[in-house]
């Protein structure tokens, strides 16, 4: 349990770094709408979209309600997992009580 913050954290500021040299790289998208129209490219994007589905319904389930879900889902959609990372650690310990187990 003690490595999840740190290993999360970890994640967090090497997928930032990434995300930002990429921002830097193709500000306007352009390799990643050309990529689009190959089959690879499009399973990735599905894949990500299906991954966000799954994390918002588990934000949702740690919350509670869909009035404090809703915003981590629409940033997890617009930024991606980077916005997972930050939920983790920001909402570590109610993960913690939600699944009931110390052992998590």
């Known amino acids: 349990m003690n490595i999840i913050k740190p290993v999360t954290a970890l994640s967090l500021l090497c997928f930032t770094g990434v995300f930002i040299w990429a921002g830097f790289t193709d500000p306007g998208l352009v390799s ?22 799954l994390f918002s319904w588990m934000i949702y389930f740690v919350e509670g309600s869909a009035k404090s879900a809703i915003p981590w889902a629409v940033a997890l959609f617009v930024v991606g997992n980077i916005v997972s990372a930050i939920y983790i650690l920001v909402r570590f310990d109610k993960i913690q009580q939600r699944i009931g187990s110390g052992n998590a």
């Open 32 to 53: 990643f709408v050309g990529s689009l129209g190959q089959p690879w490219p499009t399973v990735v994007l599905l894949d990500f979209v299906f991954g966000c589905l």
